[in-house]
């Protein structure tokens, strides 16, 4: 492993000696005395060892992660293992995993999901954090379920919707649904009623991707919540409508179209995400050949 990272520039001959120095005091592996000297990254090491293995690297911050694909191993299995499914490849199931040599987890997935798995490596944090992602919501959803069904029915009065959107788990669903859509740089967020739960969608590079199903019993009040942000009128049920919020967003402002839509099995709530801070493209940078871009600045 050091000579490797010796020839990938990383490090050089006299730092990878002096680390082989302190693995012999310390006992600690070549690659933790790398980092803890901060000579690399994890994912420096992570990348390295993917190669010596023969296996590809992939950073998660740069995929996108359908949450269908993602939930397909519980999230306990997916922390004892570090291991995260990321998409499939055909019909063989990709899995990102921070020790992809751990044959015991291998196999546990692929008696779980019933498919062939195929390894990819990924640093340990960012497991840890996409498993956080796409998880974190699983318990809010849980508690609001359980007092949303004593608060909230189909047929419930206009007053009591009202003096719901603003309790606390309610507000804290919402937020927490905008605040991962912009942190999964979702254009688009699709709230959805089915027959039986509440479907959430992200639109993601133009494809949609389900997010989670929720309990129906929190319908009606997450979707007034919105149309109260919005500054929509909540009373009125049967007619499509528009809104707009003002969000701040992880230090970043945010503006959100709103649009209802009544359906058979409740309103569906769409909302474009639009980044305040998101620059405009000018037009030497929207890809117009030279003697186009100069006619049109000429007309």
């Not at 149309?227 to 909540?234: C, E, F, G, R, Y």
Request: net charge negative.
């Amino acid at each position: 492993m050091g000579s490797l990272l010796v020839e990938t520039g990383l490090i050089t001959e006299d730092q990878l000696a002096e680390a082989l120095a302190t693995q012999v005091s310390t006992g600690r592996p070549i690659g933790r005395v790398l980092i803890d000297q901060g000579l690399i990254s994890e994912s420096d090491l992570v990348r390295s060892l993917a190669k010596q293995v023969g296996l590809e690297f992939v950073d998660l911050t740069e995929r996108v992660i359908d949450a269908t694909v993602a939930s397909l191993i519980p999230e306990g299995l997916a922390r004892r293992y570090q291991a995260l499914p990321i998409s499939w490849d055909e019909d063989v199931l990709v899995v990102a995993m921070a020790d992809p040599s751990n044959v015991l987890a291998v196999d546990d997935i692929r008696a779980l999901t019933g498919a062939q798995v195929r390894c990819v490596v990924a640093t340990s944090a960012q497991i840890r954090e996409t498993i956080d992602r796409f998880h974190r919501l699983d318990s809010e959803v849980d508690d609001l379920a359980s007092q949303a069904a004593d608060e909230l029915s189909d047929n419930d009065e206009l007053a009591n919707v009202s003096a719901v959107v603003e309790d606390a788990p309610i507000v804290k669903f919402v937020n927490l649904l905008i605040t991962q859509a912009v942190a999964d740089r979702a254009s688009d967020i699709h709230v959805e009623p089915a027959e039986r739960d509440l479907r959430i969608r992200f639109r993601i590079d133009g494809v949609l991707h389900e997010v989670m199903r929720s309990p129906k019993a929190i319908q009606a009040g997450v979707i007034s919540r919105l149309k109260v942000m919005s500054d929509i009128n909540i009373a009125e049920r049967r007619i499509p409508q528009d809104g707009r919020m003002s969000l701040t967003v992880g230090g970043k402002p945010i503006d959100l179209r709103v649009a209802t839509l009544p359906t058979v099995h409740g309103e569906k709530v769409v909302m474009r995400i639009l980044d305040k801070n998101q620059a405009l493209l000018s037009l030497q940078d929207q890809g117009f050949l030279p003697d186009t871009l100069e006619r049109y600045e000429r007309s």
